[in-house]
């Protein structure tokens, strides 16, 4: 087989058989496939999609590019969480706490920031010596010793998906439902979990913009799940502006543990006990989502959902000071005030263009090789239905660098529409496909 054929057979609108994309898919991952033809092939994909055999293809071929990992020696059923992406999503910080504190083993490999959105390994990285790089035997004995563990993906699991997800953030290739299906399904039905919850968010921060699409997405990876027999479960969740008011790495584990302390804010917290809700009841551990939702709430109200996230952070190497006083965290060179410029009632944050604002500043990856500053990002202060008067702040920018401030504040002020029509707030969770 030659790479280009296969590149001008997707260019042409015609679908792969099962060999040539598992061929493709290896010979990426070993190196044989450039960048460069790679680049072109997703380039293609975007273009004109994968037909749902070419997806589930696709997903098996990147599942099987490294080890499928043995969770049986971790008691319990084990459910995995993971979101399709979006601006200021720490849901899975805050579940950390909450699940692993109510005893369902939570075993966790989650990713990179990509595109505008963040990761949630760049966001632990923020945690002074915290390690995502666990080895497997680690990654079980922490989930068997403490209840939690959360690793990067290693070279060991899905690395098709490791190299494929970090050519897409720089190559314009992310928002593609086939290509988001396979990378999210191929880790997850790689990490060894029983059953999976997944966070398909909608709206201008996500990449799934109508909530068609986001339907298409769940209903994908939902028969790709049950095709492998892993019972899995999407959740519709809005994400038309920055979920909670943190965006940026540092800045997203301070709101996580505020929430944790029981000051979070309501959106966020709706999100999670959504999605916590159809863990616990995957795992057994709650019959119904009202039943999930008061267990969760008394891990905060009690303080051991917080107790737990510091024994999480301490197991992986964090320094838990930063927990108990997290201000040295978030505490750039530069705090800027974006302003209104017109009264009235916040209708719209563009959430994309929050995201970019945050990668302006230096919190997300342009290239490949892009270090990220974890203490940058901006803090929503204004959301969607508040009243705002000419003048008041609708955000900070934290910075480091005064040369990205100007570009980051003009992101920002764009991405606020403002008007006279008084609205309410938006509806947080919309639909549940099993
Ligand atoms: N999360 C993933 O793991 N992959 C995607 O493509 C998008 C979000």
């Not at 666990?134 to 993906?153: C, K, M, R």
Request: glycine share 8%; proline share 2%.
């Amino acid at each position: 087989m030659r790479v280009i054929d296969l590149i001008i057979k997707k260019r042409n609108n015609k679908a792969l058989t099962t060999e040539e994309i598992k061929w493709l898919i290896d010979n990426y991952t070993n190196g044989n496939v450039t960048d460069y033809q790679m680049s072109a092939f997703l380039m293609a994909v975007c273009f004109n999609g994968l037909t749902d055999r070419e997806t589930v293809d696709m997903t098996l071929a990147m599942r099987d590019s490294g080890e499928i990992l043995d969770l049986s020696s971790i008691n319990g059923i084990k459910v995995d969480k993971h979101s399709s992406g979006g601006v200021g999503d720490k849901v899975s910080l805050v579940l950390i706490g909450i699940i692993a504190a109510l005893d369902v083993p939570f075993a966790k490999m989650s990713g990179r920031g990509l595109g505008h959105t963040g990761g949630t390994i760049d966001k632990l990285e923020s945690i002074p010596g915290f390690n995502t790089d666990l080895t497997i035997d680690e990654f079980i004995e922490n989930v068997n010793s403490i209840g939690v563990a959360i690793a990067g993906q290693t070279s060991e699991l899905a690395p098709a998906d490791k190299k494929l997800y970090a050519l897409r953030d720089v190559t314009g290739t992310v928002d593609e439902v086939s290509l988001i299906a396979s990378s999210i399904m191929s880790k997850k039905l790689a990490s060894g979990c029983d059953k999976i919850v997944l966070d398909v968010t909608v709206g201008s921060g996500a990449f799934m913009k109508n909530p068609r699409e986001a339907m298409i997405l769940s209903k994908k990876m939902v028969d790709i799940g049950k095709s492998c027999g892993k019972e899995t479960v999407a959740v519709l969740t809005n994400m038309d502006e920055p979920l909670g008011n943190s965006v940026g790495n540092a800045l997203e584990v301070v709101e996580a543990i505020r929430t944790l302390k029981g000051y979070g804010p309501a959106d966020l917290l709706e999100v999670v006990y959504a999605i916590g809700a159809q863990m616990l009841i995957l795992a057994k551990k709650a019959n119904t989502v009202d039943e999930a939702v008061s267990l969760m709430k008394a891990t905060i109200d009690n303080g051991s959902a917080y107790n737990k996230f510091i024994e999480f952070v301490e197991r992986q190497g964090g320094d838990t000071s930063y927990i108990r006083n997290y201000d040295p965290l978030i505490t750039p060179s530069i705090i800027r005030e974006v302003k209104a410029e017109s009264s009235g009632y916040v209708q719209k944050i563009d959430g994309t263009l929050i995201g970019h604002a945050s990668l302006i500043l230096g919190g997300g990856r342009e290239e490949l090789t892009d270090e990220i500053d974890p203490a940058v990002g901006i803090v929503v202060n204004k959301k969607v239905a508040d009243k705002v008067k000419t003048g008041q702040v609708l955000a900070f920018i934290y910075a480091n660098d005064e040369k990205n401030v100007d570009k980051a504040y003009k992101e920002i002020v764009s991405a606020y529409t403002i008007s006279e029509r008084e609205i309410s707030r938006p509806k947080m969770i919309l639909n549940v496909i099993k």
